[in-house]
């Protein structure tokens, strides 16, 4: 079946989008692994598929990894999809839904799209953990780096803060701290230095893609982590490899992201 997508990105974090809104598509985990193939295939950070809305949204987003595996968030996908029903309905407010819940999303009149991510959750069992543990600092460690923060985005996300990032090597500690035994859906690696109360740099191994030039939900999570541990106040420019993202954790518990969003280019693909 031939069928058209578009690849956009935002911050480089790179998205195959499908619409399977008028007929369902025939995904398999081996096929989506094939397709974000970079040398075989399209290549792809996050596979998204575009699904019939639910009742009080506009569009069901469904997110996959390379490795197949499902995503219940992603931060810089819903601001892509965001700007596509954007374009398509002429309004400037949509809902997107996730298997996490429904994600309101506004264009702002600087051209950026600003996404609510709903609220974290800290639990224990949210992320989830293995066993009971503090969320705010896990006794886990791995080299050079311990103790990380761990919540919730609607996916898994751990936090380690360092002093300097660049004394450490993401790509060597991402795989193993992904598949650690403390969690037992895997978890998103973020990697964090505070630069100032405003602002953090952070690089993120994503769970079932690896490393990545910017993870939505993983910026979110990390201004979470750093303000709760009383790093940072609760509003962030976040800088990741490809650039920055706007966090703001308001009052009310809902986390803001606001952030570019880019097509590089169609195409038809067959699935
Ligand atoms: N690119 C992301 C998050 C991707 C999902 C993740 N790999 C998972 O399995 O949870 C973002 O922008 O949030």
């Known amino acids: 079946m031939l069928i058209p997508f578009r690849k956009m990105h935002g911050l480089g974090n790179d998205f195959v989008v499908l619409d399977g809104r008028e007929q369902p598509l025939p995904l398999t985990p081996a096929r989506i692994t094939a397709i974000g193939d970079r040398r075989r295939g399209v290549g792809f950070d996050q596979l998204v598929v575009l699904e019939p809305a639910p009742e009080g949204s506009d569009v069901f987003m469904r997110i996959a990894n390379p490795d197949g595996s499902e995503a219940g968030a992603c931060g810089n996908a819903t601001r892509c999809v965001a700007s596509l029903l954007m374009a398509e309905t002429g309004r400037d407010r949509v809902t997107i839904r996730t298997i996490s819940g429904a994600l309101p999303a506004e264009a702002l009149p600087d051209g ?34 311990s103790g990380p923060a761990a919540c919730s985005m609607g996916n898994p ?33 973020g990697f964090a230095q505070v630069l100032a109360p405003d602002h953090l740099r952070l690089v993120v191994w994503e769970r079932g893609a690896g490393l990545t030039l910017a993870c939505g939900s993983g910026a979110c999570a990390t201004l979470v982590n750093a303000a709760r541990r009383g790093l940072t106040g609760r509003e962030a420019t976040v800088s990741l490899p490809g650039g920055d993202l706007r966090i703001a954790w308001r009052e009310d518990g809902h986390v803001l992201m606001t952030g570019p969003v880019a097509t590089a280019y169609r195409g038809e693909i067959e699935i």
Do not use: C, S, Y
């Open 112 to 145: 950026l799209i600003q996404v609510d991510m709903g609220p974290p959750r800290l639990g224990w069992r949210d992320v989830p953990l293995a066993r009971e543990a503090d969320t705010l600092r896990l006794p886990l460690a791995l080299g050079p780096v």
């Open 157 to 189: 996300h751990a936090t380690f803060f360092v002093k300097d990032l660049a004394a450490i090597d993401p790509a060597e500690l991402g795989p193993m701290l992904e598949h650690d035994p403390w969690f037992p859906e895997r978890a998103n690696i």
